[in-house]
Nanobody
């Protein structure tokens, strides 16, 4: 059984912070990633973390502001988003198994 459920999205002002969570049922603790869909643009990768916390990837557009982490005991991956900007407004998804499985997304709106 595989199911991914994102949460934590909200409407905030520029400069504020949010932490997104993805509970990944059926995840075998291999690669897991965050993507985002900005209105009118193609879906893009935001961050990826491997089997250990030392194998993380962060997109250049968010490097220095976003951090990805994981808690294997809770089957959960987090995306800490600091100093949010209006261009970060998007629907954020998590995915596993070479992106064969996706959650429903959580909306982040920055004004």
């Amino acid at each position: 059984h595989v199911q991914l459920v994102e949460s934590g999205g909200d409407s905030v002002q520029a400069g504020e912070s949010l932490r997104l969570s993805c509970v990944a049922s059926g995840w075998s603790h291999t690669n897991i990633a965050w993507f985002r869909q900005i209105p009118g643009k193609a879906r893009e990768g935001v961050a990826r973390i491997g089997s250990t916390s030392g194998t993380a990837f962060i997109a250049d557009s968010v490097k220095g502001r976003f951090t990805i982490s994981r808690d294997n005991a809770k089957n959960t991956v987090y995306l800490q988003m600091n100093n949010l900007r209006s261009e970060d407004t998007a629907l954020y998804y998590c995915a596993i198994d070479d992106w064969a499985y996706w959650g429903q997304g959580t909306q982040v709106t920055v004004s």
